[in-house]
């Protein structure tokens, strides 16, 4: 389903693809963080990328939630987006032989895979809003502020340490 599908005809439809796309993202996201989690040689790196699984599912549980109380059937659509993303991680990853300069890769594909899910969640709670569906975005806003938190956790221990090692 393209983005103009003659399936999407009002906001409703486009929130209702919009939630069904990042529930895609993030089962495709809980399946490869395990891979980076054994990719990263930094600890601090593992454990964050550990802690990040375990929001995951919760964000998973949470996409269900909206699901349920928007009254429409929790179903992911394909999302070519984050499957480009997370490919071009993997490829990336799959290449360099050095650890720091890998920390440093999966640190930046991480990020991407962040900044993705930022604007799907900041996007999905203005239109629960806009629908008078306060509720939803509520629990959306949950989501959001975690990814958010993450990306900012993963930039600090890239500008504190990551990216020095590797540049050295």
Request: charged content about 30%.
């Amino acid at each position: 389903m393209g983005l103009f599908s003659k399936d999407i005809k009002t906001m409703d439809d486009l929130f209702v693809h919009t939630l069904r796309d990042i529930y895609y993202a993030e089962q495709q996201i809980a399946k490869n963080l395990p891979k980076m989690v054994k990719k990263a040689t930094d600890a601090e790196l593992k454990k964050g990328f550990e802690m990040h699984l375990e929001e995951t599912r919760g964000h998973i549980v949470r996409v269900e939630q909206v699901f349920e109380m928007h009254g429409v059937k929790a179903k992911a659509v394909n999302c070519p987006a984050i499957d480009g993303i997370l490919e071009e991680a993997e490829e990336i990853a799959g290449d360099i032989a050095d650890d720091q300069v890998l920390d440093a890769a999966l640190i930046a594909a991480a990020q991407a895979v962040e900044h993705y899910e930022i604007t799907r969640y900041g996007t999905l709670v203005e239109w629960a809003k806009k629908l008078g569906r306060s509720d939803c975005a509520a629990v959306l806003e949950k989501n959001l502020k975690e990814e958010m938190a993450t990306d900012k956790k993963l930039t600090g221990l890239a500008e504190r340490k990551i990216n020095l090692m590797a540049a050295e």
